[in-house]
Structures are given as C-alpha cells and as structure tokens.
C-alpha cells in the first residue's frame, strides 16, 4: 500500500470533469512538501503534468489544474477527451522516509 | 533536442549484476540532479535513486539500499545505475529522469525506460 493513496480508478464521459485525490500524511504533503502531477499515456513513459502544487509546464492544458491542502491534493480534469484515458500519478517527498514517493497510480477511463 | 536515452537493459540472473547508462542531451547536464525511477509490469512507478546536481549527495530507496549504486560522469553527460544483488523484484522499466525542484524534487524529463527482467 501507497504512503500517498490515490483511488484506484475513476472514469468520466466526455465533456465531464474528473477529480483524482492524493492523500498522505504529516510527514510528505502536510509537511509542506509541493505534490506534483504525471500522466502516463498506454505504453509510454510517464510525462510532467502539474508541478508545485498547482503549475502546469508549457504546451499542458488548462483543463488540468490541481490544488492541494493539509495532507490532501486533488488533480482536476475538465471538458474531459478521449485521450485523456490514461494512468496519473502524485508525487512528493516524505521526511520520514528520505524518500521521494509516487501515489498508487488512478487509471481514468474516458466512458 | 532535449531528451535521455537509457541502455543497458536485458535478462539477468538472480544474484547478477547489471549498470545502466542514462545518456543525456539538449541540457547542461552537469547542472542538474538526476534520478532513476522503476515500473515492475503492470504496477506503478518507483523512486530508485538520486544524484544531486552539486554531486555532494546520493540517495536510494529502502528497497535497493545497498545493493545499487548511482553515479554520473558530467564530461560524458551521463548517468548511470551499477545494479548488484539482482532479485526477481527488481523487474522492471527502469526510467532516467531530470529532476528540477520546488520544495521537493520532481522529475520534468522522463527517457522511454530500458526493461531489467530478474530471472533464471
């Protein structure tokens, strides 16, 4: 089981807006460690999504927006697309652990 | 272009030994921490390891603590992951990853990964 825990799936019809939850602890988000976003398309390496909480890194939507609060975050999706459909992941560091950790991982199926 | 390429990947024995090799370019690679993040088939993503850009510190998962080694030759601009002790665990893609920073380390390039398979 994940440090940070992330629902397994979710799934939307186009159009729709998603919401992915990231929820952790004292010792990673509610430290004030940032948490940061990645989407993994089928087959293919992960890719930057949302860094700092609430940045998104040039040529992402503005349909992906996160936020993040006490020992929680939550990736939003909106007017969602067909491709669209593909795993996410949070991520951030844990001063207990020394560690950078990655959320379970959420598959978002677009209906 | 800015973009990794890793190698190295294969069939290994459990209890062999593998090193990766991380290529890295389009990016002044010496200025940067570095870092290896692994995918076991089917699971989700993995911290491994990480190089700090000012090369001062090194950090490893609990899970390969010992066994792993992580080092960088910025004249070749490559990284790399000396991989020892190998267990049918340690199956996976094995991304190379930039890493940028707020108040923790995020990885803002990701290579296509090269695939450890543990097995006899």
């Known amino acids: 089981q994940s440090v940070l825990t992330q629902p397994p799936s979710v799934s939307g019809a186009p159009g729709q807006r998603v919401t992915i939850s990231c929820t952790g602890s004292s010792s990673n988000i509610g430290a004030g460690y940032d948490v940061h976003w990645y989407q993994q398309l089928p087959g293919t390496a992960p890719k930057l999504l949302i860094y700092g909480n609430s940045n998104r890194p040039s040529g992402v939507p503005d349909r992906f927006s996160s936020s993040k609060s006490g020992t929680s975050a939550s990736l939003a999706i909106t007017g969602l697309q067909a491709e669209d459909e593909a795993d996410y992941y949070c991520?951030?560091?844990?001063?207990?652990?020394?560690?950078?950790?990655f959320g379970g991982g959420t598959k978002l199926t677009v209906l | 272009e800015v973009q990794l390429l890793e190698s190295g990947g294969g069939l290994v024995q459990p209890g062999g030994s593998r090193r990766l090799s991380c290529a890295a370019s389009?990016?002044?690679?010496?200025?940067?921490?570095m870092s290896w993040v692994r995918q076991a088939p089917g699971k989700g993503l993995e911290w491994v390891s990480g190089f700090s850009g000012s090369g001062t510190g090194t950090y490893y998962a609990d899970s390969v603590k010992g066994r792993f080694t992580i080092s960088r030759d910025n004249s070749k601009n490559t990284l790399y992951l000396q991989m020892n002790s190998l267990r049918a665990e340690d199956t996976a893609v094995y991304y190379c990853?930039?890493?940028?920073?707020?108040?923790?380390?995020?990885?803002?390039?990701w290579g296509r990964g090269t695939l450890i398979t543990v097995s006899s």
């Open positions: 389009g990016f002044t690679f010496s200025t940067y921490a």
């Open positions: 990853v930039k890493v940028s920073v707020t108040t923790s380390w995020y990885f803002d390039l």
């Open positions: 991520q951030s560091y844990d001063s207990s652990l020394s560690a950078w950790l």
